[in-house]
């Protein structure tokens, strides 16, 4: 399987950014494209167990980082989204394809969950590349707003014990600054923060679909 065979774009940005609101969108107005995410109500039919990872690794694994399960086991866990976008975009028949974040914030947020060199990183990044990648950016203090004030955050993303402005804003600059270098490789349009889901669907379909 090369680049060529199987060209497809990347939605990537911080946590609050908007990026699963925005692929709904984006299937609404582009429906010959293919919307692939991990994300439970984007998931394709037969893909339960995904979701039920993920929700274990929020509820059950990371309460007890560092006691119960250790990083290894987190990022062993998270592999499995990866794996699964990557055997999913194998099967893909070739036709314009939306992937949700691919690899790269995922390991973003293992470097920062303290995995430095981990040797799955370099296969991870052994895997085709994307045609382009957009970008959806927005501040970490709308973020922090659209979280509730920290309400709703899970403990991969803030730094620290508990969620709070400060660690909530050092992690996120942090998860911006690693995601940007894991894509310094490919095209990367940045769509800066927009008012709505619909303005930012407007502006990632103009991307894409010109």
């Not at 990022?75 to 499995?80: C, G, H, I, M």
């Not at 394809?97 to 040797?119: T, V």
Request: glycine share 8%; charged share 25%; net charge negative.
């Amino acid at each position: 399987m090369t680049d060529d065979h199987r060209p497809f774009h990347v939605l990537l940005g911080p946590d609050g950014a908007g990026k699963s609101t925005v692929m709904a969108e984006v299937a609404a107005r582009l429906p010959d494209w293919r919307i692939l995410s991990t994300d439970h109500d984007l998931l394709g039919p037969g893909h339960d167990l995904v979701g039920a990872l993920r929700r274990h690794v929020v509820d059950d694994v990371l309460p007890h980082l560092g006691t119960r399960y250790s990083a290894d086991f987190l990022a062993s866990l998270l592999q499995t989204a990866v794996v699964h976008l990557r055997d999913e975009l194998a099967r893909h028949d070739g036709g314009p394809l939306l992937m949700d974040s691919y690899y790269y914030k995922i390991l973003a947020k293992c470097r920062l969950a303290g995995i430095r060199n981990h040797p799955m990183y370099a296969w991870w990044r052994s895997f085709p590349k994307p045609r382009a990648v957009v970008f959806l950016d927005v501040s970490p203090a709308s973020a922090w707003r659209r979280s509730g004030d920290g309400a709703r955050l899970n403990p991969l993303e803030y730094s620290g014990d508990r969620p709070d402005w400060l660690g909530f804003e050092s992690y996120q600059t942090s998860l911006r600054k690693l995601m940007l270098e894991e894509v310094r490789d490919v095209p990367v349009t940045i769509i800066g923060e927009q008012p709505s889901a619909a303005r930012a669907a407007d502006a990632v379909v103009e991307v894409i679909a010109p």
